[in-house]
């Protein structure tokens, strides 16, 4: 396997809902698909919402992945291919965010904050929301600011690694 097919296939910040919400599909691949996975349905265009069901570990179906999928670059594999960042520094990146995740979802479950969404990327755009109420509402304490920063700087994160637009 090749350094960059490594790096993507063992990163799945795509897959589990950090980088991307969900997987919009092309009609003709709907029947496939659906034979694989459960695919959402609306008047006739199929999406799935991530973290992708077939993620573990690695895409189960990378063979049978969506076009969305197989045509998703982020913009730290591009930087790895056009040899602008090296391979110990892509894993790097890789790392630290995943640690930023694990930081935010440990304050978001003691400051008893309750979100609906399962993806982490929908979860992130309703923290938002929730955060901006709950300081509106002038019951923003320090750990509010703390989880703030760390949402700020997970924005950094993919906003420059990664080439993704914040929540």
């Keep these: 396997m090749n350094d960059s097919l490594n790096i993507c296939l063992s990163c799945g910040l795509c897959c589990d809902g950090t980088l991307i919400g969900h997987v919009q599909l092309n009609r003709e691949e709907i029947p496939a698909l659906r034979k694989i996975m459960d695919i959402e349905d609306e008047s006739g265009n ?5 973290p992708c069901s077939k993620y573990c570990d690695g895409c189960t179906i990378y063979s049978q992945r969506p076009k969305q999928c197989a045509s998703f670059n982020c913009g730290l594999l591009t930087s790895y291919e ?5 391979f110990d520094s892509a894993i790097e990146i ?3 965010t995943r640690q930023k995740k694990i ?7 003691a400051l008893n904050i309750t979100l609906k ?8 755009v309703e923290l938002k929301k929730v955060l901006q109420k709950i ?7 320090q750990k509010h600011i703390e989880l703030t920063a760390d949402l ?16």
């Design 46 to 50: 199929g999406f799935f919402l991530h």
């Design 82 to 86: 056009q040899k602008e960042l090296g």
């Design 94 to 96: 890789i790392d630290r």
């Design 103 to 109: 930081a935010i979802g440990k304050k978001i479950v």
């Design 117 to 124: 969404s399962q993806s982490f990327y929908f979860k992130m």
């Design 135 to 141: 300081k509106s509402e002038s019951s923003f304490t």
């Design 152 to 167: 700020k700087e997970l924005d950094g994160l993919l906003t420059n690694s990664f080439g993704i637009s914040s929540y």
